[in-house]
């Protein structure tokens, strides 16, 4: 067996993957990334489907967080800021979501002026004097000021998006610790071409800065002697190689790294802890294709009073390269009645399909569905529904969990999964020194 030296070893090419490889890189270490798939960045890539490009999970993304990001690292970065960005849908109305006051603006119109000043003063305490416990949900939380079905409606559109979960699961402590992380990140939109562009501008940085990443390259066994971990093997088209490195740092999710290096090994607390937080968070996608525009928007519209569709994108509106010349692509994002399984599949769909019938004039004459699916299990919204934050330290001394699995409080989807590697990378830097 073949065997190699490298100062980090990440199992995993997904965005929090590369963004602690281009971190490491930058200060120095000698690092090598493992992705088992033909491609790279996990669920930030573009796919090919019948001439469109499709995303693997990310499609929404800011020019403050990614773009942020990407400056750090030296690598480029596009991004195309629809005008304006958010519509929403409320009463069967599209309203334009102003840049400033947003949340006042949609409650304002979703309720009575004096409704609206109540539930508006008690968000304004929750952000500015102290968040509300993590032992109530949001629905909670908030029927306490209004029970008014637009403004729950409102409130379950801001919900699934940060945090992928209904009212009535998401603690409201953490959707408050959301809204502050979020409200100074600007600037939100498409990237031309797919945000896989974004994952293959982060690789070019790693290996620019001397970093290895190897595709169709599946790490079979974390290893380690005496609680400190030692490298990982790797399975490749040329055999197995024992790498051998300081610390390794897994993107392939809490329950994936338990695997690797095998359950006996890990401390009983720390499994039990897992099984009692890791749930990962569903989402049903639809791609629809179609010969003319389905909403005349660039941006976002969301739908507060649906049965399940929360979210339309008409992706082409803005980035008309992603389908093929005279069709048009839309992704429109369904949640499920409730995050934990058991699901009724079919029944969610029906749902999902009333709502995209009712809300998108056009749908059955000009559009065919391209994939519709639900995403879950392996490769799930979250990997964590957040509020149920798990550490990213193992007990194996230098084995670290990156990515959603593992995000810091107040932090969801693509971001969370860079944070978490922003704050490995630091422990590492800390605690290894490179070379
Ligand atoms: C449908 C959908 C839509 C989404 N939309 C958005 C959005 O618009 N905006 C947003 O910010 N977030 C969005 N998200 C969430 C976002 O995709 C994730 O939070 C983020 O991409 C997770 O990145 P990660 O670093 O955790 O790694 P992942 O993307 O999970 O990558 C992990 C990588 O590890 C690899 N791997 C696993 N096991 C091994 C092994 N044994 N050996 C080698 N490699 C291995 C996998 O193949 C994978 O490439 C969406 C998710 C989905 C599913």
């Not at 699995?405 to 830097?429: L, M, Y």
């Amino acid at each position: 067996m073949k065997t190699k030296k490298y100062d980090v070893a990440i199992i995993g090419s997904g965005l929090g993957g590369l963004a602690a490889a281009g971190y490491l890189g930058k200060a120095g270490y000698q690092v090598l990334v493992v992705e088992r798939l033909p491609f790279l960045g996990g669920r930030c890539a573009n796919t090919h489907y019948q001439g469109f490009t499709l995303p693997s999970g990310v499609v929404w993304v800011s020019d403050g967080f990614h773009g942020q990001l990407c400056r750090d690292l030296g690598a480029s970065f596009e991004i195309r800021v629809p005008k304006p960005e958010y519509f929403y849908r409320i009463r069967g109305k599209d309203y334009e979501m102003p840049a400033k006051g947003g949340l006042r603006a949609m409650i304002t119109l979703a309720a009575e002026e004096a409704e609206a000043a109540k539930a508006m003063s008690a968000v304004k305490r929750g952000m500015s004097w102290q968040e509300p416990p993590m032992s109530i949900s949001v629905k909670d939380w908030l029927q306490q000021y209004s029970t008014n079905p637009s403004v729950l409606g409102v409130f379950e559109v801001l919900s699934t998006l940060s945090s992928g979960l209904r009212t009535f699961e998401l603690p409201a402590g953490e959707f408050f610790r959301y809204l502050m992380a979020m409200s100074a990140v600007k600037n939100y939109g498409f990237v031309p071409g797919g945000c896989g562009n974004i994952t293959e501008a982060l690789s070019k940085v790693v290996k620019d800065k001397g970093g290895e990443i190897w595709l169709r390259a599946r790490a079979r066994r974390i290893t380690q002697k005496n609680g400190t971990v030692t490298g990982v093997l790797v399975d490749t088209a040329d055999g197995q190689v024992e790498v051998q490195a300081k610390a390794v740092l897994s993107n392939a999710g809490p329950q994936a790294t338990v695997e690797l290096v095998g359950q006996e090994n890990m401390e009983k607390g720390y499994l039990g802890e897992l099984e009692q937080k890791l749930k990962p968070s569903p989402q049903i996608i639809f791609y629809i294709a179609s010969d003319r525009p389905l909403l005349e928007c660039q941006g976002m519209t969301f739908l507060t009073q649906s049965r399940r569709i929360l979210f339309m994108a008409p992706l082409t509106n803005l980035c008309p390269e992603l389908a093929p010349r005279g069709q048009h692509l839309m992704e429109a994002a369904a949640y499920l009645g409730n995050s934990a399984p058991p699901f009724d599949l079919r029944q969610e769909m029906e749902l999902a399909l009333a709502d995209l019938r009712e809300n998108l004039p056009g749908f059955e004459k000009h559009s065919r569905i391209l994939l519709a699916g639900c995403y879950y299990g392996g490769w799930p919204v979250m990997r964590c529904w957040p509020g149920n934050n798990l550490p990213q330290k193992t007990p194996i001394e230098n084995l670290y969990n990156i990515g959603d699995g593992t995000p810091p409080p107040g932090w969801w989807g693509s971001p969370s999964a860079v944070q978490s590697a922003r704050i490995v990378v630091e422990d590492v830097k800390r605690r290894i020194q490179p070379g």
